[in-house]
């Protein structure tokens, strides 16, 4: 009975994953990779899902594949649903709008055999910065303009962003300019680029890095409150 039911399994999973639009990936390799995660996580395995596509997403820049824009937004996308199963909310955030800026039709095309789990991040307050803004407000803990001792969110620890294996002067010249929220325990949520480069390698380091900053959360009268910070990159020569 359990081998029948595993053959079922098996059986739907390849169905689904065989209507899936990843199979529009030229790369016969990254196409074959993007399946078996597919499966992965149509099966139910978030753990080994968010492992084998960050694999993939990574080995895409360090290969120095950056113009496959779709396999990788891909990568991410499965990335953040399993990350979602998981309940790791900021990183499925982060991810999932990664996803979607590199692959703008993304959204439509996973619903198709997505559409339980990728309806999750519609229903997130985070969902993009605006209705966090507004929720939050709502909910009096957002960092109001004025009234009381305000103190705005100081950044504690940062982190270096990594320069590509490829080449280490790959984002020389670069400029990034970007928006976070701050949470009322310090952490970053949902990065958004505000201005700068269309170098993908280049707003991918940022947000990667940018999201395991540590802050001083805003208060007011002492207080911690969710605020807004920005901050911006530019890139130099490695001396």
Request: no cysteine.
């Amino acid at each position: 009975m359990v081998l029948i039911l595993v053959a079922l399994v098996l059986t739907q999973a390849s169905n689904l994953s065989a209507e899936l639009p990843l199979d529009t990936v030229k790369d016969d390799k990254l196409r074959k990779a993007l399946r078996e995660v597919a499966l992965q996580l149509l099966i139910g395995n978030p753990v080994v899902t968010r492992s084998n596509a960050r694999n993939i997403a990574w080995s895409i820049f360090n290969r120095g594949q950056s113009q496959n824009r779709k396999a990788l937004a891909y990568a991410l996308a499965m990335q953040a649903v399993a990350e979602a199963n998981l309940k790791l909310d900021r990183e499925a955030l982060w991810h999932w709008d990664m996803a979607q800026a590199l692959q703008p039709s993304l959204r439509a095309e996973l619903m198709l055999s997505y559409s339980g789990l990728v309806g999750m991040f519609d229903a997130s307050p985070f969902r993009d910065q605006p209705s966090a803004i507004e929720f939050l407000s709502g909910r009096g803990e957002w960092l109001p303009s004025e009234g009381g001792v305000i103190q705005t969110a100081q950044v504690r620890q940062k982190t270096t962003i990594p320069s590509p294996e490829r080449k280490r002067n790959a984002l020389v010249g670069q400029r990034v300019k970007v928006s976070y929220l701050v949470g009322r325990q310090g952490r970053t949520y949902t990065p958004v680029v505000e201005e700068g480069s269309d170098n993908t390698l280049a707003i991918f380091s940022v947000l990667e890095s940018i999201l395991v900053w540590q802050h001083d959360p805003a208060t007011v009268d002492g207080e911690t409150r969710w605020s807004r910070l920005g901050s911006a990159f530019s890139f130099q020569r490695n001396r």
